[in-house]
C-alpha cells in the first residue's frame, strides 16, 4: 500500500517502533443507548466459550449484534482469537442513570497477572508522535473512515487483512452525532459552555473548536476539491467541518499513548493508537488493570489483570494515568467522572475527579501536576471568581426543576455543583 495522499501518517505498520509501553491516556466512547432499547443485544452465552451463567450472574449482556459478530471475526483474524475465549463486549447500565453504556466484559474467570486483552501491535491504528493537536491524526483518520464509508481501498498502511477488515472496527465506533460523543464540551451550546462557570474549560473548547476549522479549511476542503474520491461522504457529500469534529472527539476520548523508541536516536517518544478492544474498556478511576506492551511488529498490546477477574466483571482501565480532573473528562471524553468503583463503594461525598479540578483551581495538591500543570494566579482568580455567580443550593434547585433540560446544559450544572462541592470540602 501507498502512505497516505496527504502530509498525515498513519503508520498502520511502525517498522521503526521497538519496545513500547503503553501509558494510558485515557478512555472512550459510550455508546448509550436507553436501558429498554437492546434490541440488537441478546443475553446470550458470549462468543467463544462464555460461562452462560457468570454473565447471567453479573446480568451483563453480550453484544452479538451482527456488527459485534464481525467485529470479533476481525480480531480473530488478525491474530486476537485468544480474548475471544477471556472476553466480549457488553451493555453496561450506567450508574445514577436509565442509560447503558457498551463496554468489555469477562467471560472466565481470569487470575491476578494474566492477560485479560491482547491485541497485536499490527491491529492498532499508529496516528504517530504525540502533539498537543488532535486535528491532525484526526484529519488521517477520517480520510480513511470516508475511504471506508465510500467502499474504496483504504490507502494507507500494508497489510492486507486490515485493509480488508478494519471496516469491522470503524463500525464500531461511535458513530457521527451518536449521543456518546455530544456529551463533550465540544458540541456543546454557546450557553452551556456559559452555565460551566468555567472560563477556562470554555476557553479551551473555543480554542479547540478554532483549530478543528483551520485544520478543516486548510487539509480537508482544499483536498476535497482536488480529488473527488478524498473524504467523500454519502452520495455527493464531502467531510464537513462537523465531521472532522466528530473525528477529532474520537481521537481525544480513544488514542491510547503508547511509548515508542525510535530507532534512528533510540529516544522514548510517546505515539497515539487506536487499539481495537482495548479501546472499548470503559474508565474506572481504581482499576487496578495494568495496560503494558510493544508496539513493534510482532509485538503485544496487553490489558493485565491487576487483581483477580470472574466471569462477568467489567474490564475497565483507568483513563487519564489516575491524574485527570473532571475538566478534561468532560472536554476530551464526553462524560463526568462521578467516582470510581472504590470510591463509590466507600460512598464518599465529592469524587476524586471534581476534588482533582479544586486542588487546581485553589493551587493546592501540587505533587500531582497534571497536563494542565498549575495555573497562573489570575486564572485561579477568575476561575474562583466565575463559580461564585451562584451558590450550590441554587445550583441544585436549578437542576431539580424542570427548567433545563438540555443535556448539554444539565451536564454543565452537574460539573458546577461538583467543582463547588470539592472546594466547598477542600476548604473547610
Ligand atoms: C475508549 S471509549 C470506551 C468504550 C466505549 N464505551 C465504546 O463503547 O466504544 C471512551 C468513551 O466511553 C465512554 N465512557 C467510558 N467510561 C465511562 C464512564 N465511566 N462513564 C460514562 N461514560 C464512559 C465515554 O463516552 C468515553 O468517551
Not at 210 to 220: F, S, T
Request: glycine content about 8%.
Amino acid at each position: 500500500f501507498a502512505p497516505l495522499a496527504n502530509t498525515h501518517h498513519v503508520n498502520l505498520h511502525q517498522k521503526d517502533a521497538s519496545h513500547i509501553k503503553v501509558h494510558m491516556a485515557k478512555s472512550k466512547s459510550a455508546t448509550k443507548r436507553k436501558n429498554s432499547s437492546q434490541s440488537n443485544v441478546s443475553s446470550l452465552k458470549g462468543f467463544g466459550a462464555p460461562s452462560s451463567a457468570a454473565t447471567a450472574s453479573s446480568g451483563v449482556s453480550i453484544d452479538r449484534s451482527k456488527s459485534a459478530l464481525a467485529f470479533y471475526d476481525y480480531i480473530a483474524a488478525n491474530g486476537g482469537e485468544s480474548n475471544l475465549k477471556r472476553v466480549g463486549l457488553g451493555e453496561f447500565p450506567l450508574p445514577g442513570t436509565d442509560l447503558n453504556i457498551r463496554g468489555v466484559v469477562a467471560l472466565q474467570d481470569i487470575r491476578k497477572g494474566d492477560p485479560i486483552i491482547e491485541i497485536p501491535y499490527e491491529m492498532a491504528l499508529d496516528f504517530g508522535r504525540q502533539s498537543v493537536d488532535p486535528t491532525l491524526p484526526a484529519t488521517s483518520f477520517l480520510q480513511m473512515y470516508c475511504q471506508w464509508k465510500s467502499g474504496q481501498d483504504i490507502k494507507a498502511g500494508v497489510a492486507t487483512l486490515r485493509s480488508q477488515y478494519i471496516g469491522d472496527y470503524f463500525a464500531m465506533l461511535p458513530a457521527y452525532q451518536s449521543v456518546d460523543c455530544l456529551g463533550s464540551t465540544d458540541f456543546f451550546s454557546d450557553e452551556a459552555l456559559e452555565m460551566l462557570q468555567s472560563p477556562l474549560v470554555k476557553e479551551e473548547t473555543l480554542l479547540r473548536r478554532d483549530l478543528v476549522k483551520a485544520r478543516y479549511e486548510r487539509d480537508i476542503e482544499t483536498m476535497a476539491a482536488m480529488s473527488s474520491n478524498l473524504y467523500r461522504w454519502g452520495e455527493d457529500g464531502f467531510a464537513t467541518f462537523s465531521h472532522l469534529q466528530w473525528a477529532t472527539w474520537l481521537i481525544t476520548s480513544r488514542v491510547l499513548t503508547v511509548q515508542a523508541r525510535e530507532s534512528d536516536t533510540g529516544a522514548t517518544v510517546p505515539h497515539r493508537l487506536f487499539i481495537p478492544l482495548i479501546d472499548m474498556c470503559n474508565h474506572d478511576r481504581d482499576s487496578p488493570h495494568i495496560l503494558s506492551g510493544r508496539a513493534e511488529p510482532g509485538g503485544m498490546l496487553k490489558v493485565m489483570a491487576g487483581k483477580d477477574v470472574q466471569s462477568g466483571d467489567a474490564i475497565d482501565i483507568s483513563y487519564g494515568g489516575g491524574v485527570e480532573g473532571n475538566d478534561r473528562f468532560i472536554q476530551d471524553y464526553g462524560f463526568l467522572d462521578s467516582g470510581g468503583s472504590k470510591e463509590r463503594a466507600g460512598g464518599t461525598a465529592v469524587a476524586e475527579a471534581y476534588r482533582l479540578v479544586a486542588k487546581k483551581l485553589l493551587d493546592l495538591g501540587k505533587k500531582t501536576i497534571n497536563s494542565m500543570g498549575r495555573l497562573s494566579i489570575e486564572d485561579q482568580k477568575r476561575s474562583l471568581e466565575a463559580l461564585k455567580a451562584t451558590t450550590i443550593s441554587e445550583d441544585e434547585a436549578l437542576l431539580a426543576s424542570d427548567k433545563v433540560i438540555k443535556c448539554d446544559e444539565r451536564a454543565a450544572l452537574v460539573y458546577r455543583i461538583g467543582i463547588k462541592k470539592a472546594i466547598q470540602e477542600l476548604t473547610d
